[in-house]
T-cell receptor, first 112, second 113 residues
Framework: DADVTQTPRNRITKTGKRIMLECSQT?????MYWYRQDPGLGLRLIYY???????NKGEISDGYSVSRQAQAKFSLSLESAIPNQTALYFC???????????FGPGTRLLVL | QQQVKQSPQSLIVQKGGISIINCAYE??????FPWYQQFPGKGPALLIA?????SEKKEGRFTISFNKSAKQFSLHIMDSQPGDSATYFC????????????FGTGTRLKVLA
């Protein structure tokens, strides 16, 4: 079983709809991250959480919100999706004090 | 400056050749420089990483060269193989508690058989 899982893997939605992307991990890591990947722009940090009660904005948090339901679960919400949010979304985890981040398989989101 | 500039955007190399990808940064507080490898349909995975106290790190066919004074680092893939075809991202972070990455824009490598 994968250590970091993301659901759904693919999603098509319409402008204005609210959607949630979910991330779960079995690595026992305390830190979790949400990134989006766009061609030519690399990976950009949306939100990150160092523990259940600690949530921080990344460089592109506008239009997104997150929820850390448990140490193992971190959800990303788009309150009112717009076509500009069409991208590949990745969840990642790490252990405090360690540099390496472990990425999930990604969610491909298309906003029409 | 928080940017990490990566080049080239794409690279085609013959099997057995050397692939070289370059990155440059501005923030002198960065002290951890990983390279991530991403295959189609997969998430990025750590390939190799370096700290600025050494100028080179080698793991198998993969080598990071680091130039602290120029604020540049590069990934060299020796004896490139078709299985190395992937997108490569450099990144930089500080070790002062956060380990928050700033990623480069990625290089799509294709190794021809």
């Amino acid at each position: 079983d994968a250590d970091v899982t993301q659901t759904p893997r693919n999603r098509i939605t319409k402008t204005g709809k609210r959607i949630m992307l979910e991330c779960s991990q079995t690595k026992g890591h305390d830190r979790m991250y949400w990134y989006r990947q766009d061609p030519g722009l690399g990976l950009r940090l949306i939100y990150y959480s160092f523990d259940v009660k600690d949530i921080n904005k990344g460089e592109i948090s506008d239009g997104y919100s997150v929820s850390r339901q448990a140490q193992a679960k971190f959800s990303l919400s788009l309150e009112s999706a717009i076509p500009n949010q069409t991208a590949l979304y990745f969840c990642a985890t790490s252990l405090s004090g360690r540099e390496t981040q472990y990425f999930g398989p990604g969610t491909r989101l298309l906003v029409l | 400056q928080q940017q990490v500039k990566q080049s080239p955007q794409s690279l085609i190399v013959q099997k057995g050749g050397i692939s070289i990808i370059n990155c440059a940064y501005e923030n002198t507080a960065f002290d951890y420089f990983p390279w991530y490898q991403q295959f189609p349909g997969k998430g990025p995975a750590l390939l190799i990483a370096i700290r600025p106290d050494v100028s080179e790190k080698k793991e198998g066919r993969f080598t990071i060269s680091f130039n602290k004074s120029a604020k540049q680092f590069s990934l060299h893939i020796m004896d490139s193989q078709p299985g190395d075809s992937a997108t490569y991202f450099c990144a930089a972070s500080t070790s002062t508690g956060t380990y928050k990455y700033i990623f480069g824009t990625g290089t799509r490598l294709k190794v021809l058989a």
